[in-house]
């Protein structure tokens, strides 16, 4: 059975308790599927296959949206209003790589159906294309979240995880990334051993203690990279740059991209 995420940023849970270690989010308006129910929890399966269990609350099934148009949003963080006005009430907030349903639009403004029912207005330009797939393109729109919080579990601009920060940004690109990052090492191109050969856009990879790869982040050129580790934030693998990490160089694995 098909539902919706009705808030903008809802944790999955490994088993179904809020005891229990958040694994992963899912975004406003994603559909997903209903898999089993215990109590207040419902265990489902996200549009990138992760599956795990989130409070029923936060679910709504909605079978008209179906046959809506559905856009995603594209802003880093947006409001929904109960008219057409930034002074009217705010009924929600949503976020990038989150999705509206749409009812009527205006030349600055849209009207959509969320999951629950409710209808919200939403300004226009929260959901305006981005520029076409390009290296370029998709490290600006990855820089537009520097400084968000690391926040374990997050792939919204309200906290990233490093691998939920490559998804969005990849998602909102047109690419599919399963969720963590052993996952992406092991779908992605493989390009290089060294941290200065990779160019701008691919991907950068580390281990920890072992030799599963623990942490990712977006090559930037020159041995630096752009990460989620505290916050978003570039650090540099190359010896007397300013930003150089000397843990992260030592635990470098490689480079791999998906262009």
């Known amino acids: ?61 909605q079978p008209e949206l179906e046959n809506l148009p559905k856009k995603i949003i ?9 008219q ?13 790589g989150g999705y509206v349903y749409l009812l009527e639009q205006t030349d600055s403004w849209q009207q959509v159906l969320l999951p629950d029912g409710v209808k919200a207005w939403i300004e226009k330009i929260n959901t305006e294309p981005l520029p ?24 919204t ?11 969005l940004v990849h998602k909102m ?10 996952m992406q090492y092991e779908d992605a191109r493989q390009v290089a051993d060294n941290p200065l050969d990779g160019q701008p856009g691919d991907m950068m990879f580390f281990t920890e203690s072992s030799d599963k790869i623990t942490h990712v982040g977006f090559c930037l050129g020159a041995g630096k990279l752009l990460h989620a580790r505290g916050l978003v934030r570039i ?17 470098f694995a490689g480079i791999r991209s998906y262009f």
């Open 1 to 61: 059975m098909k539902a919706y995420i009705n808030v903008s940023a809802a944790l999955i849970y490994r088993n179904p308790t809020f005891h229990s270690e958040a694994d992963t989010q899912a975004v406003l308006g994603e559909p997903v599927r209903i898999l089993s129910r215990k109590n207040d929890f419902i265990q489902i399966r996200c549009e990138d296959g992760y599956e795990g269990w989130l409070n029923r609350f936060q679910l709504c099934e």
């Open 74 to 82: 594209t802003s880093e963080l947006l409001k929904f209003y109960d």
């Open 84 to 96: 057409p006005d930034s002074n009217a009430s705010v009924l929600r907030d949503g976020t990038a």
């Open 132 to 155: 076409p797939l390009s290296r370029a393109n998709l490290l600006n729109y990855a820089k537009r979240f520097m400084g968000v919080p690391y926040l374990w579990a997050g792939k």
């Open 157 to 167: 601009p309200k906290g990233f995880d490093c691998s939920g920060l490559m998804q």
């Open 173 to 182: 690109f047109g690419i599919v990334l399963r969720r963590d990052a052993w």
């Open 235 to 251: 650090n540099s693998l190359q010896p007397g740059d300013p930003l150089f990490s000397a843990e992260l160089s030592g635990n």
